[in-house]
């Protein structure tokens, strides 16, 4: 084994930090939060989850001197042409705030009857081994459902109180933490990254 | 089997075109050319190799209306801490210059022996069904190799001259073009690419 390899993640949602914490457990990485750091203020101006993905990664590796994991996902529901997509953290005008956001979600919806009421979490994950590497690693995790009529469930954040996972009656807010973590776009998406990591390690 | 889809690669490059055309034999995908539309002029700004075949997908998708592929390439030398990768058509500063390009990765290895010459050619191929496509289908190709101590051959273009497959003692340039088409870098990532368009059609 070689030593321990520190990648930062260009997040400082501790929530999300965790997860990828629990993730690495055992593989020689070691995780740092972007906290630690002089926190760049990155503007998402990618059109596509992978180039938002890499310009976090990129500023995350400025910031920290590190290689640098991150994340960019979405809701795509296909009865909206696949919105909000790329705008799903500012679908209602301002980024983040989520009860905005679910409101608009079911008012696009009222209309649609549940059968047409499909979609999809979908999470891409870059890593970069230094600011200027030319070729990420970059894996897609992909969590189908479908939006439900009425909001539902405390955990999560985001859509999570709206969807609910294929195969589920539960929303994806009502699932718990570990529960959520062995199933979403996000886990699926950083457990392929984390082997491909892993295996450059060894 | 669905209706003929059309794509358009997202080249003027007559050889790139045979070469794709020659891959998408029987998909059921009928290939266009960029140049048959108006072209735009696109600046390479990214600095990966995913975003730039991203940019000049879309840009080939605002052109013709029509869903695009678009490839980026280069060649990575490991004594050169991997440049001139991202780089690569403009590394002696001229854009598309094999000959500066080839003369200069010649000078730049001067000093090392041919143990210390490996490297790699390496594509990324993307596909985005809209120019607002959040998430393009990517693919990417690695042909490994080492770089000789002079040109040699004539057919291919770019580092051809100088790029010695794994496993073989002639260069890529000296290939047969049915021969590279089949061992490429950017064969492998389009062969990769269009199993999964085609699976998409299906």
Redesign the interface.
């Known amino acids: 084994m070689s030593a321990r390899r520190r990648v930062v993640l260009a997040s400082a949602n501790k929530g999300k930090l965790a997860e990828v914490q629990a993730l690495l457990e055992g593989s020689g990485i070691e995780l740092r939060s972007l906290s630690e750091f002089e926190m760049p203020d990155v503007e998402e101006t990618g059109?596509?989850?992978?180039?938002n993905a890499?310009i976090k990664a990129?500023a995350a590796c400025v910031a920290s001197g590190l290689p640098a994991i991150a994340d960019d996902s979405?809701l795509?529901v296909d009865a909206l042409g696949?919105e909000p997509?790329?705008h799903s953290a500012r679908f209602a005008g301002i980024h983040g705030d989520d009860q905005a956001n679910n409101a608009l979600l079911l008012e696009r919806l009222a209309q649609v009857p549940g059968s047409g009421r499909s979609g999809r979490f979908?999470c891409?994950v870059v890593s970069l081994a230094h600011a200027?590497?030319?070729?990420?690693l970059?894996c897609?995790g992909i969590w189908e459902g479908r939006i439900a009529d009425h909001p539902r469930g405390g955990g999560g954040f985001g859509y999570d109180p709206l969807f609910v996972p294929r195969g589920m009656s539960m929303t994806s807010a009502e699932l718990s933490p570990a529960e959520k973590n062995r199933l979403s776009h996000r886990a699926q998406a950083l457990r392929k990254l984390i082997e491909r990591l892993t295996m450059a390690v060894a």
Chains 1, 2 share one sequence.
């Not at 200027?132 to 990420?136: I, K, L, N, R, T």
């Open positions: 059109l596509t989850f992978v180039e890499i990129r979405g795509e696949g997509g790329v979908r891409v200027a590497d030319p070729a990420p970059i897609e």
